[in-house]
T-cell receptor, first 113, second 112 residues
Framework: EDQVTQSPEALRLQEGESSSLNCSYT??????LFWYRQDPGKGPEFLFT???AGEEKEKERLKATLTKKESFLHITAPKPEDSATYLC??????????????FGQGTILTVHP | EAGVTQFPSHSVIEKGQTVTLRCDPI?????LYWYRRVMGKEIKFLLH????????ESGMPNNRFLAERTGGTYSTLKVQPAELEDSGVYFC??????????FGEGSRLTVL
């Protein structure tokens, strides 16, 4: 069974203090790896999709990278508004349900001013 | 463009009662998904519709759960009879083609 493990479970940063979140996965034939952001009381909001090892994508202060076994979400000079739960999910290989995702438990990020 | 909407936002029922959750996907999105997050656990896939057809319902916990998608538009998820372990947040998501899902805000179900 596919597994997605995120670390750390929670991360507290000072504004401007850069760091990285980790997502390790065990899946044969990865089809896609997704990063989502979730604010309290809201649904997950799509950030990035990565498909192959070595791929990188950036959006504002966030950069996602992918290797054969894990993905990192790098946060550069974070601001308090970056505080949220960050979710990693893998797309199950095979089949036609492209949106059938296996999620990790998430990393709760808190950025203090 | 309106996003994915879910109703109700919160439902409190007693064990043995019935609850129906509704999801209106983004217009033009043929793919509709139901996910669930129970306390302390990760978000888990329940099922996938393509238009009005069930593409994959491998994540449905048991036969107390019934999902429908009338005319390929909105979808309902009925839990009958509800059990304590059904408590959690039920998310609906829609997508046009790829795995990039647009999620609703979720329906929180509390079974007492």
């Amino acid at each position: 069974e596919d597994q997605v493990t995120q670390s750390p479970e929670a991360l507290r940063l000072q504004e401007g203090e850069s760091s990285s979140l980790n997502c390790s996965y065990t899946v044969s034939g990865l089809r896609g790896l997704f990063w989502y952001r979730q604010d309290p009381g809201k649904g997950p909001e799509f950030l990035f999709t990565l498909y192959s090892a070595g791929e990188e994508k950036e959006k504002e202060r966030l950069k996602a990278t992918l290797t054969k076994k894990e993905s990192f979400l790098h946060i550069t000079a974070p601001k308090p508004e970056d505080s949220a739960t960050y979710l990693c999910a893998v797309q199950e290989p095979g089949g036609t349900s492209y949106g059938k995702l296996t999620f990790g438990q998430g990393t709760i990020l808190t950025v203090h001013p | 463009e309106a996003g994915v909407t879910q109703f109700p936002s919160h439902s409190v029922i007693e064990k043995g009662q019935t609850v129906t959750l509704r999801c209106d996907p983004i217009s033009g999105h043929d793919n509709l998904y139901w996910y669930r997050r129970v306390m302390g656990k990760e978000i888990k896939f329940l099922l996938h519709f393509v238009k009005e057809s069930k593409q994959d319902e491998s994540g449905m916990p048991n036969n107390r759960f019934l999902a429908e998608r009338t005319g390929g538009t909105y979808s309902t998820l009925k839990v009958q009879p509800a059990e304590l372990e059904d408590s959690g947040v039920y998310f609906c998501a829609s997508a046009k083609y790829t795995g990039e899902l647009f999620f609703g805000e979720g329906s929180r179900l509390t079974v007492l």
